[in-house]
């Protein structure tokens, strides 16, 4: 059977670390599983007036979460929180009341940044708004990687030294999703 894997990118920038982790680590995985990065730039600001009546950047975001056996969160660390955008995101697809596409999908949360804390504090309030939300999301292994030279190769793959850890950390993370789908 097939995995898909909707792939939630916490950061806008064209050329995002997080967005090329995401990329890279989702070749570590069998081919059985498959990622898909969803666009959340094109959402609105949510506003709860508009519960009844979503726009379609919204039900689409909705439906590429309710049609996922699996999230994958990568997530950039703004002021020792998540982006902005990502909890825009998070936020709309929760809505309306009792209709929230996250509950019950089974998640994993990585994230890199240029500082030493490499996204920890960021994750760890994402982990907070997803338990609110019903989303088991893997405990361990934890990822917290900063950007350096040969974090990726010429090719964009994971490089070298980071590929036996992001390796191990996709390892737990197939099993993560296999177990809440069976
Ligand atoms: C940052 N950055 C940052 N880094 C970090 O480790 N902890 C932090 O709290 C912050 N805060 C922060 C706030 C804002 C508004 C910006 C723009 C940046 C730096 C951040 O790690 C860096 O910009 C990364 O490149 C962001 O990830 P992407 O966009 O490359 O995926």
């Known amino acids: 059977s097939q995995y898909q894997i909707a792939v939630v990118v916490g950061s806008l920038r064209r050329d995002s670390f997080n967005r090329k982790l995401a990329t890279a680590i989702a070749k570590l995985a069998p081919s059985e599983f498959v990622f898909k990065q969803v666009q959340i730039g094109d959402l609105p600001l949510y506003n709860q007036d508009d519960d009844a009546n ?3 950047a919204v039900k689409r975001l909705k439906a590429e ?3 996922a056996q699996g999230l994958l969160f990568v997530t950039a660390e703004y002021n020792r ?3 902005g955008v990502l909890k825009n995101a998070i936020d709309h697809a929760s809505r ?3 209709q929230s596409a ?5 998640a994993g949360v990585i994230g890199v940044s240029l500082g030493a804390v490499g996204t920890a504090l960021s994750q760890q309030h994402l982990r907070n708004v997803l338990a609110y939300l019903d989303v088991p999301t893997l405990g361990q292994p934890e990822a917290f990687v900063q950007a350096k030279d040969g974090l990726f ?3 964009g793959d994971i490089g070298a030294d980071s590929k ?3 390796q191990g950390w996709m390892d737990n993370y197939v099993s993560w999703v296999k177990k809440h789908n069976s």
């Open 153 to 155: 190769d010429a090719a």
């Open 164 to 166: 036996p850890f992001l």
């Open 65 to 67: 979460i309710t049609g």
């Open 102 to 106: 996250w509950a019950g999908k089974p």
């Open 54 to 56: 979503q726009a379609e």
């Open 81 to 83: 929180s998540i982006p």
């Open 96 to 98: 309306p009341y009792g």
